[in-house]
């Protein structure tokens, strides 16, 4: 990448068909994961128009409404209005849910299996997880998408207020930064899309997104004359959320890692419990990748972690300091693996992973929220004096 260039990412609302999906993906999971833990969860929903459609495999002790589940999610994120096709109270729910195969569970479950190597809890399915930090806010997250997350919980915020009469769930942000010698300098675009009453007109949203959003929440030293608003540029969205687009599970894995900065092995997190490494193990990648700049031993990083299906060690972990690390990339990979533990069984203890908490990730991002354990600096100093 060149020192000076534009980079853009973008975020979008809890009321984008996508993120309704994911929504009431991980609200199954957490409703499954508060009776009973050692639930196995593979959740997939579809919704369009008024309709939602679960599918996938869940294995669990819990007893579930799924209907109750489903209605109480569309409400929170705020299709409520009598002018909604895509209702809380109206959608209809088909349910296609099954039990997790036994082939798989053979492979995950710590137990002994013909055929398994061993009788420790295995990985869930192979695949490649990365996980990202850099030095560019507070937290160690690029600038472009949190600023975009920004955005949209400024909107979500006002919107659930009830303050602005004329805001809907859908919405879409996005942001562009400028970087000079490869340093975030200002922000060239922003970017909001926002749906809204038929009785509202442009012209008073693009001054109310622009003067009480944009200039409220993004910081003011990045922003200049230079800086382009383009709000509603079709102007009109009165269509929204699945009444004018399908969602599903899982389609918006770059607004839920880092706005494209950092690679991603394309595995999807919303609905799957933490046995599922797609999920669990990119959650460990952030862990290790913010407390490695947090101990001062690269500005940026990135780390990719492998598994094979059943299988419960890690058959790669590499990180990659692009060449601007404290010490060799080699040195702080073997600290890495002596602080620690990449098994799944391992993961999941470490960050305390059999609980409901899946759905305080599924919107403006999976990372850079303080509250979760994965945003955690705690292993920070066990990383500088495991450094040899």
């Not at 639930?39 to 919704?47: D, G, M, N, Y």
């Not at 599922?276 to 193990?281: E, I, L, N, P, Y």
Request: proline residues 4%; charged residues 25%.
């Amino acid at each position: 990448m060149p020192k000076n260039f534009v980079f853009s990412s973008e975020s979008v609302g809890e009321g984008h068909p996508d993120k309704v999906s994911d929504y009431i993906s991980d609200c199954i999971l957490d409703a499954c994961m508060a009776q009973d833990r050692s639930s196995r969860v593979a959740c997939e929903t579809l919704v369009k128009s008024n309709c939602v459609f679960l599918a996938g495999e869940i294995t669990t002790k819990a007893k579930l409404d799924y209907e109750k589940i489903v209605r109480a999610a569309i409400r929170e994120i705020g299709y409520t209005n009598d002018s909604d096709v895509f209702h809380a109270d109206k959608v209809f729910i088909t349910n296609a849910l099954t039990r997790q195969s036994p082939d798989i569970a053979q492979g995950v479950d710590a137990r002994k299996a013909k055929g398994k190597t061993t009788d420790e809890q295995g990985a869930g399915d192979q695949g490649i997880m990365f996980g990202y930090a850099c030095n560019e806010t507070a937290e160690l997250m690029p600038s472009a998408v949190m600023y975009a997350h920004l955005l949209g919980r400024e909107i979500a915020r006002l919107r659930k207020s009830g303050r602005v009469k004329w805001l809907r769930p859908d919405c879409k942000t996005q942001v562009s930064v400028a970087y000079k010698n490869g340093k975030p300098q200002h922000i060239t675009a922003a970017v909001i899309s926002t749906q809204h009453t038929a009785d509202v007109s442009h012209k008073e949203i693009r001054s109310f997104m622009i003067e009480k959003v944009i200039k409220k929440v993004l910081p003011k030293k990045m922003l200049s004359s230079r800086t382009k608003f383009l709000i509603n540029p079709t102007g009109r969205f009165v269509t929204g959320g699945p009444e004018g687009d399908a969602g599903l599970t899982g389609r918006k894995i770059i607004v839920d890692t880092y706005g494209g900065w950092g690679r991603h092995g394309g595995g999807a997190f919303s609905g799957k419990d933490p046995s599922k490494v797609d999920r669990s193990a990119a959650y460990m990648c952030r862990w290790v990748a913010k407390n490695i700049v947090a101990a001062g031993l690269a500005p940026i990083v990135e780390l990719q972690v492998a598994y094979a299906i059943g299988y419960p060690n890690p058959v790669s972990i590499t990180v990659d300091t692009f060449e601007t690390g404290r010490v060799s990339d080699e040195k702080i990979a073997a600290a890495v693996k002596r602080v620690f533990g990449f098994k799944p069984a391992e993961i999941i203890k470490q960050l305390d992973l059999l609980r409901p908490i899946y759905t305080r990730t599924t919107n403006y991002g999976h990372f850079g929220k303080p509250d979760l354990p994965w945003e955690q600096t705690n292993k920070a100093d066990e990383l500088v004096k495991a450094i040899r």
